[in-house]
Structures are given as C-alpha cells and as structure tokens.
C-alpha cells in the first residue's frame, strides 16, 4: 500500500513537473520475469522509469542512500525502501555477483528488474558499451528484454547540479526475447555478447544518442 501511495505522489508531482512524454507502453508484458534495460543519464532514471512502467520495478542503487544522516538521510532512506529497492555495497569485491543474484531472485519470483547496461552515468551525454549482466540475468532467468531510452533526464537533474524543470521523454522498446540464444545452443559467452549488443541496438535508437564502444 505504501509503495502504491508513494508512486501516486511521485507519479503526479511528475506530470505536473516534468511532462513526461512516453511511448510504447504496450510493450510492457504486464506479467512473468521482465527486464528494463534502458540508457542512463541521471540520477532521476531510477525514478521516472518505475511511475512509467505499469508494474513494480526493482533496481539496484547505492547503499549510501540508505546510510545518509539528517533528515535529507532519512528521507532517502525511506524513499528507497518504500520503493524497494536493492542496496549495494560497491566497496564490497563481490558486490557485482551479488547484484546478480538478487536481481534474479526478482525475477524467479515473476517480478520486474530495471538495469542499466552501461553501468553508471553518461557524462558526455553518449551511449557507451553495455556490460553483459543484463544478457546473463535474461538468459539465465528466462526473462523478456524490454530497452528503454531515455530523453532529457540529464537536463533537469544534471550531475552535481540542483534540478531544474524541464521535459523528459520515456520510450519503451519492442521486448526482446532471450530463448534465440537458448535454442541455438550458443555458447553462453558468446550469447550474452549477442544479446547485449542486441539490446544496446534497441536502446541507442529509442534514445537517438550517439554510440561510442
């Protein structure tokens, strides 16, 4: 209920704001394991993508968001466990497996998985080459890929700046399904390069950015 509340407010704060303009909603499966692959230029990602997505989406984030003190803590740290939200420790060695395996416990469950190939934050605003976690948590959780591109996010929510008002555009992709590669009996490493290049394809043209591997 909480959840449900906080994106109502999120949501509506949103259109009044940013004036999001989305597209291919129905593209979204509505149920079963889904992931969201999508571009990454702000911090706001993370927040514009779950109030578009007509399902509860799980990310990944920091864990100094749950470790802030004050009230800016506080209100971080309830936000992203309302939103329910993975922490993660990057100073920990195995962090990435163990993002891993989280995000596909999500997805065992039916649940949806939002993530960002490229790792972190575009700061010149292009497209970089995607890391293939994605394509290991598609293949290995028998998940539907769905790419997001993303506009404008970096215009109101600069790196290192205050935001400012602005218009964001959200674009959902064609899903790309996972099962090709598993079929083929293509050897998993060469799969998840397959895929993540598929998917960085289907990302690029939703966003119109610039590629650079």
């Known amino acids: 209920m909480t959840y449900r509340v906080l994106k109502l407010i999120v949501s509506i704060l949103s259109l009044v704001l940013l004036r999001p303009r989305v597209t291919g909603v129905d593209n979204i499966p509505r149920k079963g394991p889904v992931i969201f692959a999508s571009n990454h230029l702000s911090f706001i990602d993370s927040v514009i993508i779950p109030i578009t997505v007509p399902r509860h989406v ?115 992709g064609t899903p790309i399904d996972p099962s090709r590669q598993i079929e083929a009996g293509t050897k998993p490493a060469k799969a998840r390069r397959e895929l993540t290049e598929e998917v960085m394809t289907a990302i690029q043209k939703l966003s119109g950015q610039e590629r650079v591997d």
């Open 58 to 172: 799980t990310f990944l984030a920091k864990k100094e968001y749950w470790t802030g003190k004050g009230l800016k803590g506080a209100l971080s740290r309830w936000f992203f466990t309302t939103m329910e939200h993975i922490p993660v420790d990057r100073d920990d060695p195995r962090a990435g497996q163990r993002s891993l395996e989280d995000a596909l416990a999500v997805l065992e469950k039916g649940g949806a998985f939002g993530i960002y190939p490229e790792g972190t934050r575009s700061r010149d605003g292009k497209l970089h080459k995607g890391h293939t976690g994605a394509a290991w948590l598609a293949l290995t959780g028998k998940a539907l890929v769905v790419p997001v591109g993303l506009k404008g996010t970096d215009k109101v929510k600069p790196i290192g700046k205050m935001p400012r008002l602005g218009r964001v555009e959200v674009h959902f």
